[in-house]
């Protein structure tokens, strides 16, 4: 299930430097993860997905990496910028049922 | 995303007023979903469609109830407000077998 709680976790990282942000989620029988970026006062933003038959997907500055044997999914950010700053949330599905289980969100700060 | 609108964008009411948030999208996307994100804590869903003859309740769906008036269009309403439904609520909106959501900007709610 979801942990509850007020204080999001929090990453502080130098720019110019790699972020890694981590998410542990909970059905092992999902099959699709997603990262999400959420900046103050917008809504969430896709940037990286991944399906289960893999292991490493890149895009542009980001890389997700999935271990479906510890039901672990990370987010790396290569060279970290200013920009990068805000709430990053991993989802996944729940098995082609269409919706989506969003974990509690990391707040990433970068450092000018 | 400027393809998935949402109205008002800033909402102050009173407790016990019924009260409509609505939802617009220009991507031809079948399945609508409204979320609630409270601070510190990540997106609940509150009801979800996947297509006009179609409403499900999500995880937090008591004080809720939508209409889904168009495959463009999904509100909703809050029956009589109360001060813990005061959130930011996002619509988001979905293709058929992909799972990828796609958000609004967002409606920040208060309720006095």
């Known amino acids: 299930g979801e942990s509850v709680g007020l204080h999001l976790p929090t990453l502080s990282v130098q720019e110019g430097d790699n972020s890694i942000i981590n998410c542990a989620y909970s059905?092992?029988?999902?099959?699709?993860f997603i990262w999400y970026k959420q900046e103050s006062g917008k809504g969430p933003q896709f940037i990286i997905d991944i399906r289960s038959n893999m292991d490493k997907r890149q895009g542009q500055r980001v890389t997700v990496l999935l271990n479906k044997t510890v039901k672990h999914l990370s987010l790396q950010i290569a060279a970290t910028q200013p920009g990068d700053s805000a709430v990053y949330f991993c989802a996944e599905n729940m098995a082609n049922r269409g919706k989506l289980i969003f974990g509690q969100g990391t707040e990433l700060s970068v450092k000018p | 995303d400027a393809d998935v609108t949402q109205t008002p964008r800033n909402r102050i009411t009173k407790t016990g007023k019924r009260i409509m948030l609505e939802c617009s999208q220009t991507?031809?996307?079948?399945?609508m979903y409204w979320y609630r994100q409270d601070p510190g804590l990540g997106l609940r869903l509150i009801y979800y469609s996947f297509d006009v003859k179609d409403i499900n309740k999500g995880e937090i769906s008591d004080g809720y109830s939508v209409s889904r008036q168009a495959q463009a269009k999904f509100s909703l309403s809050l029956e009589s407000a109360i001060p813990n439904q005061t959130a930011l609520y996002f619509c988001a909106t979905a293709v058929p077998h992909t799972d990828t959501q796609y958000f609004g900007p967002g409606t920040r709610l208060t309720v006095l």
């Open positions: 059905n092992s029988a999902s099959d699709y």
């Open positions: 991507k031809g996307h079948d399945r």
